[in-house]
């Protein structure tokens, strides 16, 4: 008996229409929001075995933000994305697609995304999360722009959004020090002018470095039990001095290949949006392919690391700063657990 395959698409006035192939995907509007409660290096001197100086010193963070009792990864993230919807000129009803990279959701099971299609009213857009940590929000948007150069979404909006004071180990001070809260968005869509817009990105994986940064608890390989809360299995684990060896050696081959992919120099460029884990990692990049540091929108220091939100927060920063110009060409970086990390090239 012959099988029936019945293939459900969307009706002709929810499709949007097609483009033609020179499209390029423009960033419309950004947003960031960050909670209100501040922890300072003096506040964890009094927490742990720290000092100011000796945060400062290794890392280049000075105060990070901490979510309130009772705020969501969600709820931040519906903060972001009102900001960069209203800078775009867009109404959530507009919207075709969420994309929300986090590794922080409100709940293991639905994904934050469809909490935050809800509470924007985006009943139009389909939504889902990803899951590649630091390098979520870069991800995202390479798959928004795959999906905006085919013609198949028109208005798409990318969140990178993290709670991450909630899966660190405060005894810790090798990884309490580092990360803090906050979401970022950009909302993405169609530009006719080839030479404006993302130019390309350049994604990468190696999955045998899986162990320098996980959470290795909660999962199916070690379920949720009293075993994994005595040893701190749902908590972050990292191996800072070999992801900065990583990072510090697969960063720069990425933002060059970037550069030759689109025929251009590291002096061509005149912006840098990083996500930003670590000042010297930054920092070390930057020197090796050749790209004065004044050029990175730098604030790891008011932040620390918000993981997948750092790179949309920082972007939405230097563009209400008035930094970022038309025609502009701004070199994106990102590196998170995985490790899974990438470049980018956009022209504002």
């Keep these: 008996m012959g099988t029936i395959i019945f293939l459900l698409t969307t009706g002709p006035h929810d499709r949007p229409e097609r483009l033609n192939s020179l499209t390029t995907s423009l960033i419309l509007g950004t947003g960031a929001y960050a909670p209100k409660k501040i922890l300072s290096n003096q506040d964890l001197e009094q927490m742990i075995a720290t000092t100011d100086q000796w945060i400062t010193e290794r890392t280049g963070i000075k105060t990070r933000h901490i979510a309130a009792e009772g705020e969501t990864t969600s709820d931040m993230a519906v903060c972001a994305a009102r900001e960069a919807l209203a800078l775009a000129g867009t109404s959530a009803e507009e919207l075709d697609m969420i994309i929300v990279g986090t590794i922080s959701a409100d709940m293991p099971l639905p994904s934050c995304a469809v909490l935050i299609q809800a509470k924007l009213g985006a009943r139009n857009a389909f939504a889902f999360d990803l899951s590649a940590a630091c390098a979520g929000s870069l991800y995202g948007m390479s798959i928004a722009d795959q999906f905006i150069r085919s013609g198949k979404a028109r208005r798409v909006l990318v969140i990178g959004a993290e709670?991450?004071?909630?899966?660190?180990?405060?005894?810790?001070?090798?990884?309490?020090?580092?990360?803090?809260?906050?979401?970022?968005?950009?909302?993405?869509?169609?530009?006719?002018?080839?030479?404006?817009?993302?130019?390309?990105?350049?994604?990468?994986?190696?999955?045998?470095?899986?162990?320098?940064?996980?959470?290795?608890?909660?999962?199916?390989?070690?379920?949720?039990?009293?075993?994994?809360?005595?040893?701190?299995?749902?908590?972050?684990?990292?191996?800072?001095?070999?992801?900065?060896?990583?990072?510090?050696?697969?960063?720069?081959?990425?933002?060059?290949?970037?550069?030759?992919?689109?025929?251009?120099?590291?002096?061509?460029?005149?912006?840098?949006?990083?996500?930003?884990?670590?000042?010297?990692?930054?920092?070390?990049?930057?020197?090796?392919?050749?790209?004065?540091?004044?050029?990175?929108?730098?604030?790891?220091?008011?932040?620390?690391?918000?993981?997948?939100?750092?790179?949309?927060?920082?972007?939405?920063?230097?563009?209400?700063?008035?930094?970022?110009?038309?025609?502009?060409?701004?070199?994106?970086?990102?590196?998170?657990?995985?490790?899974?990390?990438?470049?980018?090239?956009?022209?504002?």
């Design 163 to 348: 709670l991450l004071s909630r899966l660190i180990d405060w005894s810790d001070r090798n990884t309490c020090i580092l990360f803090g809260d906050g979401a970022g968005a950009v909302v993405m869509g169609p530009c006719e002018d080839p030479q404006r817009g993302l130019l390309s990105t350049h994604l990468h994986t190696d999955g045998s470095t899986a162990d320098l940064l996980k959470i290795p608890g909660g999962g199916s390989l070690h379920p949720q039990s009293e075993e994994v809360l005595a040893n701190k299995w749902h908590k972050v684990a990292m191996n800072g001095r070999e992801i900065y060896k990583f990072a510090a050696k697969v960063l720069p081959l990425a933002l060059n290949e970037a550069l030759q992919a689109n025929g251009l120099q590291a002096n061509d460029v005149d912006h840098v949006i990083a996500h930003q884990a670590n000042a010297r990692i930054v920092e070390t990049v930057l020197e090796r392919v050749g790209i004065p540091q004044e050029k990175c929108w730098l604030n790891l220091d008011r932040y620390g690391n918000t993981s997948s939100a750092s790179l949309p927060i920082s972007l939405d920063e230097a563009n209400r700063a008035g930094r970022l110009r038309p025609g502009d060409l701004i070199a994106m970086m990102a590196i998170g657990a995985g490790m899974a990390w990438g470049s980018a090239l956009l022209r504002w």
